[in-house]
Each structure stands twice: as structure tokens, then as C-alpha cells.
């Protein structure tokens, strides 16, 4: 991976003190930041729809596991953090559905950089909220 202005490090400051949220967490920016490789290596189409696809799978997977924890732990905004999930599911499914029709490739990287800020704005404003409430439990 081609070092980028882009790239995420991940660090204790991301750590939600939660092994598991946290190998997620690596995960995904690690995913992002193959996204953000592939786009400004200016790659085809298919590969950035290819690394997309794996980062929708991961946010589908790592969203359930992570509601399940917050219940298992009696979050208290657990409901409306599991809203914000469904909105990020379905304003993904919209920006793959976009990047598959468009052959304009401003307009699919454009987009597969707004998905990219959503995620990660997730992970830092949303997620970053109940670290205090698992710490506690």
C-alpha cells in the first residue's frame, strides 16, 4: 500500500477499549485505506467497486455485532445508534448503485470518497460516544 495525505494510522485514540469493536475498527481502516490506494492510483472502476463492496460487507457485519454488544451492555442510545447504522446501509446501497451505473469516473470516485467520510465520521464522532458507558460496564 502506497503511502497517502489520506491515510488513517490507527492509534489508542481510535480504541474503543473493546478488543473485539476495536480488531473491527482496524479493520475497516484498513479497507479505507486500500480505497483511498486504489483511487488515487487512479485504478479501474472494478477495483473500486471490488474494495467497496468488501467495505459495505464489513460495515454490514461490523454494525450487527456492534449493536449486539451495546444491548449486551445496556447502552442507553443504543436505538438511535442503531439508526444511524440503517441510514449509513441504505445511503451506501445508494453510492454502490450510483458507482455501478456511471461511467464517469469523477463521479465514482467522488462518491466512493463521500462513503469513505461517512464511515469514518462514524467511527470517530458516533462510536468514540459509547466508550465511556463499555468502560464502565
Known amino acids: 500500500m502506497s503511502e497517502s495525505t489520506w491515510t488513517i494510522e490507527w492509534s489508542d485514540k481510535l480504541s474503543m477499549s473493546h478488543s473485539e469493536i476495536d480488531a473491527e475498527h482496524q479493520r475497516f481502516i ?14 479501474d472502476k472494478v477495483v473500486v467497486e471490488r474494495i467497496m463492496g468488501l467495505i459495505l460487507e464489513d460495515a454490514i457485519a461490523h454494525f450487527s455485532n456492534e449493536e449486539r454488544i451495546l444491548a449486551e451492555n445496556t447502552y442507553p442510545a443504543a436505538q438511535e445508534h442503531i439508526l444511524m447504522h ?6 451506501f446501497n445508494q453510492a454502490m448503485e450510483k458507482i ?12 466512493g470518497l463521500e462513503i469513505k467520510d461517512k464511515l469514518v465520521d462514524h467511527l470517530l464522532n458516533e462510536d468514540t460516544k459509547y ?3 463499555l468502560r464502565a460496564e
Open 86 to 91: 440503517a441510514e449509513l446501509i441504505n445511503h
Open 131 to 133: 466508550i465511556e458507558h
Open 100 to 111: 455501478q451505473v456511471s461511467k464517469i469516473r469523477a463521479v465514482w470516485i467522488k462518491t
Open 30 to 43: 484498513k479497507l479505507v485505506n486500500e480505497l483511498n490506494d486504489v483511487i488515487s492510483q487512479r485504478q
